[in-house]
């Protein structure tokens, strides 16, 4: 390995260079307009894995953007990791917001300024160059790896299930690989090993068929805005405890070691806050709040819409008003069974004075493997020699559908491997990767695929 | 009066076509680019006043619109009338729901269409076309009669004040009268003896410094969304019942006269709620709907705004959220006391978790008049005989905060001598007056002065 990773040393600006151009190609995949870029992107990558040593490159067509797949078998008897990553990124506004154009990467301070430089682009050519490396010293890699990087995450995946499906058999692997999110703090790596799940609704409410003159009719109709916000007051109770029956039945208690472990972990409650600009947090009460954001489910009120919103003021009951509300589940809550528990709520709950439209959308499951699997063990390792300093082993409050896709379809364990920081800005202007854990992220990568050739011939 | 009479049923055709003339200018006070059509509106109207015979006419600039002033003074002895109306209409928009041009009055099924029709410049024009009649027949009025036309009562009259303040002892009458509101019903003509006042209230709350991802961090501080529905949710009960407390301390009971002369009304329950389109009525429990629009206080949330609102989903937890908040208030309920009551209460029940700011708006008091005021009951007569049919006396649940002012400055009593209808869409696209109340009306007038010169001479 020594060799491999004075290769990595030894290129350390070259890589950096070759990360900018992939970063400068604008492939957001939610604007029309930048479809053609989006593809490519596609292509660069594509090239890039064929440069690298990857066999069977190819472009996937799907009803949206392309995805790129690409393998190298040549480690036969040796275990397979199939890694995913995701080559579009968000969109760029409010652009007056950055302080360098977002695909024009500019570093400053030790940190790469650029939009995907985080999320999802610089962990994904971390990987590539950990590979690089691998195959110029020593020809070959010691696994066998399928890499599937797509072009449609920041959209919600909708052609990657259907393709996983139809490709079930040729992705057969023995673990999946994902680097697409942050370390616990900086300076302290870290594991994830739990994610949580989510459902997301509209909450629709109708009182009228128009508009109403609030003198002409206040006090003789329900108004809607009062009806959303007596419904939507009650979905928690003031110890922030969810108040839908039955929505705590399946939730998995937390292991007395992991709050254990949690509890030794460096966080300070008080300097969240401040980051936060919050007067005082607020959870539910007989929960620290890393236990409250990685280990319990939440309901939150993403979006409220109803009547006058303007400057000043209009005298008008709503017709109608709206609602998003959304929740973070957590093992074992099934998104289907809280569905319908939350359906059925919020219509029993609603006075007969308003029609009421409940519609779900996007989701996913919530996951979690144990600390103690043999991968999540090796990739620790891994990230100990990378980073000089052993992980910890977090969970996180958000959700990564496609994790558990590769469990249910595939019936794959995942290592999150991720390399960002909290503060990365990864959906907002001036997104950023930090320097150090890139080129450390690429040695722990080389790392990763030798600790795991190791897992499986235990 | 019979000449008079016959000179209004004559001229009939020819008031309509000048009608049309009036309502051609747009003088929408709220859209900067409209100033100019507000002026020539304002030129118009003073044309108008001096062509039927008023005299002093002017114009009197203000930081806003102009307000035309013009009098007779030609019966010594005689009381004197303030008539109060406004030449200032609302926007147009949504332009497209309009089924014929706004500013080219087109008459359909017995309605003269068109924005302004019924507000005011309709109900103002009549009083113009009796006073003709009154000239024209016999060289003069009946009373001494003062006009005050406004340009910015669709902005909240907010120069009218300075103006009745600095020409107080000018503005010197025995009764106001306008006429700018509905009668109770199509063929039930009315006489409104009291209005509901007004509070209007922008609630902002902030949570943190900016936006947040809901799944990094959802569950770990307030929703600020969640906490407004919380806020909102406890202003009233489910019985309807404000729990503002002392908000109902200054509230004047309902006669027990006014409510057994109100359940004779010819008022259909069923009918009412089938035309708003409401799935059940919806109001404070002990009251019918009458006495609840006219005669009780209300809450209503107009408009709410927080996070993320469009199509789809997005997963943010919103660094601040918006509420515009009103009320209604009764006799003898005050303002500023109530606004009191409001910001301490809001201020009470908000967690300390999010930052609160109230502001007050604009609003206006409360109004009422004895329906037993011989100036009240004067206008009983006069639009019996203008409409062949005695009025009813109702409250109307609006506010015309001008009433109010009328009273405090120049401490006079008002007549509301309304002749539009409840569906004349009067803030709506498809405004319309109907044929037969506007020329009743104008013999109503007519009929009103003559009534008026015999009431204090009682």
Same sequence: chains 1, 2.
Wanted: glycine share 10%; charged share 25%; net charge negative.
């Amino acid at each position: 390995m020594d060799t491999v990773i004075d290769y990595i040393n030894l290129n350390r600006d070259r890589y950096l260079d070759e990360l900018k151009t992939f970063l400068a190609i604008p492939s957001i995949s939610a604007i029309g307009e930048h479809a053609g870029d989006v593809r490519r992107c596609a292509e660069w990558c594509a090239a890039e894995m064929r440069r690298i040593g990857m066999e069977h490159v190819t472009l996937h067509e799907t009803p949206g953007h392309p995805i790129v797949y690409g393998d190298w078998l040549g480690a036969p008897g040796a275990p397979t990791i199939l890694f995913y990553g995701h080559y579009d990124v968000q969109p760029v506004d409010p652009l007056h917001l950055w302080d360098s154009p977002p695909f024009d990467a500019t570093i400053r301070d030790g940190e790469i300024y650029a939009r995907g430089s985080a999320d999802d682009k610089g962990q994904v050519f971390m990987h590539f160059k950990a590979i690089e490396a691998h195959m110029q010293q020593n020809g070959k890699l010691p696994v066998n790896m399928k890499i599937i990087v797509e072009g449609e995450e920041e959209v919600g995946s909708k052609n990657l299930d259907d393709f996983i499906e139809s490709h079930k058999d040729a992705l057969g692997a023995d673990v999946v690989v994902i680097s697409d999110s942050p370390m616990f703090d900086r300076g302290i790596p870290s594991i994830c090993y739990g994610l949580r799940g989510l459902i997301y609704f509209q909450i629709d409410l109708r009182g009228t068929k128009s508009d109403l003159h609030s003198g002409s009719f206040g006090g003789a109709v329900a108004n809607p805005n009062m009806v959303l916000a007596q419904i939507l007051s009650q979905l928690k109770d003031k110890s922030g405890r969810i108040k839908i029956p039955g929505f705590y039945d399946d939730v998995k208690a937390l292991r007395e070691e992991e709050r254990a472990a949690w509890k030794k972990l460096p966080f300070n409650e008080t300097r969240y806050r401040k980051d936060l600009g919050a007067p005082k947090l607020f959870g539910e009460t007989g929960y620290s709040t890393l236990e409250r954001v990685w280990a319990r489910p939440t309901v939150e009120v993403n979006g409220i819409l109803g009547g006058f919103t303007g400057d000043g003021a209009k005298t008008v009951i709503p017709a109608v008003s709206m609602a998003k509300v959304s929740m973070r589940l957590v093992p074992n809550q099934d998104p289907d069974r809280i569905a319908e528990l939350f359906e059925t709520y919020v219509k029993k709950i609603a006075p007969k004075t308003v029609e009421v439209k409940v519609t779900r959308m996007h989701g996913g499951k919530p996951w979690m493997t144990d600390f103690d699997n043999p991968f999540v063990q090796a990739a620790g390792r891994a990230i100990e020699k990378g980073f000089g300093k052993a992980p910890v082993f977090n969970r996180e409050g958000g959700s990564i559908p496609v994790v558990a896709t590769f469990q249910e379809i595939l019936g794959l364990p995942s290592v999150l491997f991720g390399v960002g920081l909290p503060d990365e800005n990864a959906h907002a202007p001036n997104e950023k990767l930090d320097l150090n854990n890139f080129h450390g992220g690429v040695i722990a990568s080389a790392y990763l695929y030798d600790e795991i050739a190791n897992t499986t011939t235990r």
